[in-house]
């Protein structure tokens, strides 16, 4: 497999003081030290640091936390805490890396078995959905 230019570059930065609220898509590599009320999603990897914010699940290929989410996690390749990070949420990942000091609430789904994973992450994700439209 080839290295894309953007698995190495940073794209898009959202720099420390500053907030975005709303949902956020964008394309390759993502590094947050602000504040997001709203979702990230993105086809490469993000960093989160250790001050950043995020109100709003996270969907990308691979996650480095550092700061603050409240949402659900959602990354194929993995997932990393760094030991000051916090997931009020579910964690969907190949693999899961989570230091000392750490903080996790919420269901977490590592399979490494790539059959197994699409098949059960599938089906968790259905009836999470299926849940939150029947919760008033």
Sequence with gaps: MALRIDD????????NGSAISGNLRVNGFVRVDGDIDGNLET?????????????????????????IILGNVHAPESV????????????ISHKVTIDDMALVHGHCISIK???????????????KAIKEKVSF
């Design 80 to 91: 990393k805490m760094l030991s000051q990070a916090i997931v009020i949420g579910d964690i």
């Design 113 to 127: 078995d790539e059959e197994n994973y699409a098949a059960l992450s599938e089906e968790y994700l259905q009836s």
């Design 8 to 15: 190495i570059s940073i794209n898009t930065v959202i720099g």
């Design 43 to 67: 086809d490469g990897n993000v960093i989160i640091g250790e001050n950043a914010r995020i109100r709003g699940n996270v969907k990308a290929k691979s996650i480095i936390i550092g700061g």
